[in-house]
């Protein structure tokens, strides 16, 4: 596989592998597989985690991260095919993605939706015009899915409850003030019934059920590795005996580009938040949100502060996992041309 940009085509067991990789790294392996490279981090959005373990972990395998933010200290770039550049790009993705594939080993994107139009957000543009153009692997640090996460997500899971098979797996909608991207909720689907998680999407209403893709990639995979799928509205029966309980906000898709009426309708479910009482519910089940999170807006005080939330463990994995895949790439890419 040259390109790490959706887990959708990376079997369980291959996924496992780099599992089990990033927690050699975990435990202190040390290793110059980045010898000598280099690795092109490009973020189009802000980014706290994601860059400061790409950064660190580029560094910690020995090579180097170049750090490029088009539209500020770099040009803003074209990504329509054909487009007649008279407007603010000065650069197409044709000519960028192949002269950062002559300077880098490695291309990695940061590219939010621009929540205007889901039709449009949904074909993933921008990652997938740096794969088609690039010659070197690239690897997806969030755009509609964020992969880096789910690997993550997944290790702290192994490391709490042990073999994830048929645990119960609860996504819970929250809410936040403002819209926000479904990539990593997207993303909590894929991995969950990737290992055969019985896995509940709690929403408040149909509104806010995610993109058709996902939810097919989530019954598709909960049958095909011997676990289970399903939508809930209520609260009291999703936490029931939940393992694992994951918070994300995200904006109602049918309201895309018109989020003024959306607010209207989400700012009636703030009491979605995670609370005490809400995981008193569960099996005694553990807690964790991808960060950054807003203090008792999308979870209290008690749930963050509490011995079962592993968001911090969570947040320190992605530096482990992202060792894991650029390690796997740049092998890939030197036995293929050997």
Not at 8 to 25: H, P, R, T, Y
Not at 89 to 108: K, M, N, P
Not at 310 to 329: D, G, P, T, Y
Request: charged content about 25%; some cysteine.
């Amino acid at each position: 596989m040259k390109d790490f940009l959706t887990t959708q085509n990376w079997s369980q067991s291959s996924l496992q592998g780099l599992i089990d990789q990033a927690n050699e790294f975990k435990l202190g392996l040390d290793s110059d597989a980045l010898k000598g490279k280099s690795v092109g981090l490009l973020f189009f959005n802000p980014s706290l985690r994601t860059r400061t373990s790409f950064e660190l972990g580029t560094w910690q395998l020995g090579g180097h991260a170049v750090v490029l933010e088009p539209g500020k200290a770099a040009w803003p770039i074209e990504f329509e095919a054909g487009s007649r550049m008279d407007g603010d790009t000065e650069e197409h993705i044709i000519e960028v993605a192949q002269v950062l594939s002559r300077y880098c080993d490695l291309i990695c994107v940061r590219a939010f939706p621009k929540f205007e139009d889901w039709q449009v957000d949904r074909q993933d543009k921008v990652i997938k015009a740096f794969a088609k153009y690039a010659s070197v692997p690239v690897i997806n640090m969030e755009t509609i899915s964020h992969p880096c996460q789910e690997l993550a997500h997944m290790q702290a899971i192994q490391s709490l409850i042990g073999k994830p098979q048929n645990k119960k797996y609860l996504l819970s909608w929250t809410y936040h003030p403002k819209p926000l991207n479904t990539a990593v909720a997207n993303s909590s689907l894929l991995i969950s019934t990737k290992f055969g998680m019985d896995v509940t999407l709690l929403c408040p209403t149909k509104d806010y059920i995610l993109d058709k893709r996902y939810i097919e990639a989530a019954e598709k995979q909960a049958e095909q590795n011997g676990g289970s799928f399903q939508i809930s509205h209520d609260i009291e029966s999703a936490y029931a005996d939940a393992d694992i309980v994951y918070a994300k906000s995200w904006g109602a898709l049918p309201y895309f580009g018109r989020w003024e009426e959306e607010r209207a309708i989400r700012d009636e479910y703030q009491h979605f938040i995670v609370d005490q009482k809400k995981m008193a519910l569960t099996n005694g089940g553990q807690f964790s949100h991808c960060l950054p999170l807003r203090r008792n807006i999308k979870a209290t005080d008690e749930v963050m502060d509490s011995d079962y939330c592993f968001a911090i463990e969570e947040a320190e994995n992605r530096i482990h996992v992202q060792k894991a895949i650029m390690s796997l790439l740049i092998k890939n890419t030197e036995q293929n041309a050997s």
